[in-house]
């Protein structure tokens, strides 16, 4: 079996939505992706860094579901990354209300001798300087680099972020996003302009409206399963990721076939984690869970 490195950030999140509050649950875009990937590839090695207030039942928790968390570095004088975020009826846009990046503010990667070998890595939102990091840090190049990025670092670490993704194979953007970050309407040429700045395979998520995969020139397209209730959207584009690179990592393999059915892995997995708050709905789920999500993806298309 391959292996994978996951990174990103392990934070509490504070949510609302017109379906209730949650207040300081478990979330963090390194956290929703692991626990997505673990249904495909174990152990799942995780890269991350804490604070002295997170809770040990969590860190069990991931451990449980297969996430190797020895590459996750606990700081007892700071506290853990903290997000907090309202979503409106519309749940394709949100507000941020709160980026407390503590502990992610000086965060210096440590990769542990047992991560080394590496042949898949997905780099999840934080720093793009620290994603930077990791890929410098590792002593091979991996099979296949994946990066997930968001407003919050186009808006304030552009040249950082166009470095970051000058040296991977594929962007994985919001539609928002990639408008923001290449300046162009059309999505389209917006993956083009992407293409141009370094990765040859764009997957751009466009909420309940699907994911469109761009592969050097070729274009193919999800849906997102229509769903009676988007409970919190919160992780949705990171537990994508987590769905995505899991199939490909399991696979061994990323050709425009094997990328195609991990877009479908990727958005049956976002279906579950939509319909309740934070990770739970992406927890406890079996093979069968997942296998019948992905027919429902066949059969509304077919
Ligand atoms: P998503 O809904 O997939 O965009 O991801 C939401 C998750 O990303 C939340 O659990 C947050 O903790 C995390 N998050 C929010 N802002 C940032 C940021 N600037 N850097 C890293 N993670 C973030």
Request: glycine share 8%; aromatic share 10%.
């Amino acid at each position: 079996m391959a292996n994978l490195i996951t990174v990103g950030s392990v934070a509490f999140d504070s949510i609302e939505t017109p379906f209730g509050k949650a207040e300081r649950i478990l979330g963090g875009a390194g956290t929703f992706i692991s626990l997505a990937a673990s249904y495909f590839t174990k152990p799942v090695n995780l890269i991350s860094v804490i604070g002295n207030d997170f809770r040990e039942r969590d860190l069990t928790m991931m451990q449980e579901a297969g996430i190797n968390t020895y590459g996750i570095q606990q700081k007892t004088d700071e506290k853990s990354f903290f997000w907090a975020g309202k979503y409106f009826n519309d749940m394709n846009h949100r507000e941020t209300l709160e980026t407390q990046l503590n502990v992610l503010g000086s965060f210096d990667p440590i990769i542990p001798d047992s991560y080394k070998n590496c042949d898949y890595l997905m780099l999840g939102n934080l720093s793009p300087a620290v994603q930077q990091t990791v890929i410098d840090r590792l002593p091979t190049r991996p099979k296949l680099v994946v990066m997930d990025t968001m407003n919050f670092w186009i808006s304030s670490f552009l040249p950082d972020l166009k470095t970051t993704i000058s040296n991977v194979d594929v962007l994985i953007i919001n539609d928002e996003e990639a408008r923001q970050l290449t300046g162009q309407y059309s999505l389209l040429v917006a993956a083009r302009v992407i293409n141009s700045m370094g990765p040859n395979i764009v997957v751009i998520k466009k909420g309940e409206h699907g994911a469109l995969l761009f592969y050097y020139g070729q274009i193919y397209f999800v849906p997102a399963l229509p769903l009676e209730v988007v409970f919190d959207p919160t992780g949705a584009g990171d537990t994508f990721a987590g769905g995505f690179i899991g199939h490909l990592v399991k696979k061994d393999s990323f050709s425009f076939d094997t990328l195609k059915e991990a877009m479908v892995y990727g958005s049956a997995m976002a279906s579950f984690c939509v319909e309740k708050f934070g990770v739970e709905g992406i927890l406890g789920l079996t093979t069968s869970d997942i296998e019948n999500r992905v027919k429902q993806f066949h059969s509304l298309v077919s």
